[in-house]
């Protein structure tokens, strides 16, 4: 991947409220989609995980992403947010063939507003 | 199993000491890799490892920093001598090797040079 946009430094989103964290790659082969969580001083957690097959993709703590081939984006999504979802979210791809190179986005900061 | 681990969780050492960080991946991966996380420079890749061989190390800042790997179950990271700018989170990660990049992280240390 040449590389991967999180177009938003920081959300703000009420408390019960659905959210969406944007994500953009470009390369020009195919890729594995990745969004990783990190909560205060802890270290990176994954989230969820597009290999292939289905394009919507489930993870934990009820966090889906969908992956658009043709708009190159695996937006991360969540239909009601909770305070403890308060945490910086990183979205990352690596190249099929790569074998190992994982290309990071900036990250974005989801704050949880009571 | 434990998960990667890391330690020391916190390092504070004096600018011009030696410092190693170190990591136990979770066993069977046969890749490992050691991130650096700052507020100004977001997450980098300093080197990665597979087979406990070094694959690509030109994230490595300068030849201040070095790393090793003697076997398949431990890591380390040395800054000799370490300055302010060190200062930093380090994260170690291992992944299954598979050709896909998913990492898994440990807690991290972080290290502050005085």
């Known amino acids: 991947a040449q590389s991967v946009t999180q177009l938003d430094s920081q959300v703000p989103v009420f408390e019960e409220a659905p959210v969406e964290l944007r994500c953009n790659y470009s390369?020009?082969?195919?890729?594995?989609l990745f969004w990783y969580v990190q909560y205060p001083n802890q270290g990176l957690q994954l989230l969820l995980k597009y290999l292939s097959g289905s394009t919507l993709v489930k993870g934990i703590n009820g966090f889906e992403a969908e992956f658009n081939k043709s708009q190159t984006s695996f937006h991360l999504r969540k239909p009601s947010v909770h305070i403890s979802d308060t945490a910086e979210y990183f979205c990352?791809?690596?190249?099929?063939?790569?074998?190992?190179?994982?290309?990071w986005g900036a990250g974005t900061k989801l704050i949880i507003k009571p | 199993d434990a998960g990667v681990i890391q330690s020391p969780r916190h390092e504070v050492t004096e600018m011009g000491q030696e410092v190693t960080l170190r990591c136990k991946p979770i066993s069977g991966h046969n890749s490992l890799f050691w991130y650096r996380q700052t507020m100004m420079r977001g997450l980098e890749l300093l080197i990665y490892f597979n087979n406990n061989v070094p694959i690509d190390d030109s994230g490595m800042p300068e030849d201040r920093f070095s790393a090793k790997m003697p076997n398949a179950s431990f890591s380390t990271l040395k800054i000799q001598p370490s300055e302010p700018r060190d200062s930093a989170v380090y994260f170690c990660a291992s992944s299954p090797g598979q050709g896909i990049g998913e990492a898994f992280f440990g807690q991290g240390t972080r290290l502050t040079v005085v």
């Open positions: 390369s020009s082969v195919s890729v594995y």
């Open positions: 990352a791809v690596s190249e099929r063939g790569s074998n190992y190179q994982l290309i």
